[in-house]
Nanobody, 122 residues
Framework: VQLQASGGGLVQAGGSLRLSCAASGRTFSSYAMGWFRQAPGKEREFVAAISWSGGSTYYGDSVKGRFTISRDNAKNTVYLQMNSPKPEDTAVYYC????????????????WGHGTLVTVSS
């Protein structure tokens, strides 16, 4: 599976932004998907994950209630809707995939895309 994230950029605090991650391969619907982020000088942080069917979603505590993960298996795409972003959400966001794992441990995911930078201005 190859992953290509897009949609990053500059957004004002309190605004909104949607990230997309397009996946190659015919078995996209078999994979759990997720998002991680890493800010300069900080450790990688779990943002959100979604099961292969979309029936289960998980969020990091810092984004719960503000971000929403979703997927469209017909388009081989997973989304991260970022509402009311804060300056502390500034980071490089990475899309991940795994056939067997849905959760918050980054080392469990087999596939990583290149990141997309999100900058939230105050």
């Amino acid at each position: 599976v190859q992953l290509q994230a897009s949609g990053g950029g500059l957004v004002q605090a309190g605004g909104s932004l949607r990230l997309s991650c397009a996946a190659s391969g015919r078995t996209f619907s078999s994979y759990a998907m997720g998002w991680f982020r890493q800010a300069p000088g900080k450790e990688r942080e779990f943002v959100a994950a979604i099961s292969w069917s979309g029936g289960s979603t998980y969020y990091g505590d810092s984004v719960k209630g503000r971000f929403t993960i979703s997927r469209d298996n017909a388009k081989n795409t997973v989304y991260l809707q970022m509402n009311s972003p804060k300056p502390e959400d500034t980071a490089v966001y990475y899309c991940v995939a795994d056939m067997y794992y849905t959760g918050s441990s980054y080392y469990e995911y087999d596939y990583w895309g290149h990141g997309t930078l999100v900058t939230v201005s105050s």
